[in-house]
């Protein structure tokens, strides 16, 4: 019976370190997105703490050529689009390998810093990767998340539905 439990509890944890952060996918168009993870956050909304540094890993493959890729980081409030500021957008200086080819597979690292400044909210935060070459998105992503500072009360003008989180009420 012991041997089951441990089975069963095995698997399940294999299942969480496996099945990534929860996306919506909003118009990837040169890209299938195959996995995508963001540190400490393997259920939806993304719980982002002001002053922390998240990763966010990106696996996708590639539709079309191009030489270059840029990635874009916004936080949706309120159906408006505001930038979060990035370390480093070039996306072939996060690990993928440029020139991306068609069909190739690429993986993109890079971290996301919640500054003390921004307040605390839920929202949506969307995730692009734009092939320079074409103008058009390799990937787009959308996936919940809260900023807080830990003890402050999160303002909602996102509100979620249990099971349904990336429909706006």
């Not at 690990?95 to 190739?104: L, R, T």
């Given at each position: 019976m012991l041997k089951l439990f441990l089975l069963v509890a095995l698997s399940c944890s294999i299942n969480l370190i496996w099945a990534g952060t929860p996306f919506k996918d909003c118009g990837s168009e040169l890209a299938t997105v195959q996995l995508f993870e963001v540190t400490d956050c393997p259920t939806a909304p993304c719980k982002f703490i002001k002053g922390k540094t998240y990763a966010m890993n990106l696996t996708f493959t590639a539709k079309a050529p191009s030489k270059t890729?840029?990635?874009?980081?916004?936080?949706?409030?309120?159906?408006?689009?505001?930038?979060?500021?990035?370390?480093?957008?070039?996306?072939?200086?996060?690990?993928?390998?440029?020139?991306?080819?068609?069909?190739?597979?690429?993986?993109?690292?890079?971290?996301?810093?919640?500054?003390?400044?921004?307040?605390?909210?839920?929202?949506y935060v969307k995730l692009e990767i734009k092939a320079d070459d074409q103008k058009q998105d390799y990937v787009c992503l959308l996936f919940p998340a809260t900023i807080t500072s830990g003890a402050a009360k999160t303002k909602n003008l996102v509100q979620w539905r249990k099971g349904k989180l990336f429909e706006m009420i």
């Open positions: 890729a840029t990635v874009a980081l916004h936080g949706v409030i309120a159906g408006v689009p505001v930038p979060f500021p990035l370390p480093e957008s070039n996306t072939c200086n996060l690990g993928a390998k440029c020139p991306i080819g068609q069909g190739d597979i690429n993986m993109a690292s890079f971290s996301l810093p919640v500054l003390t400044t921004y307040p605390s909210i839920s929202l």
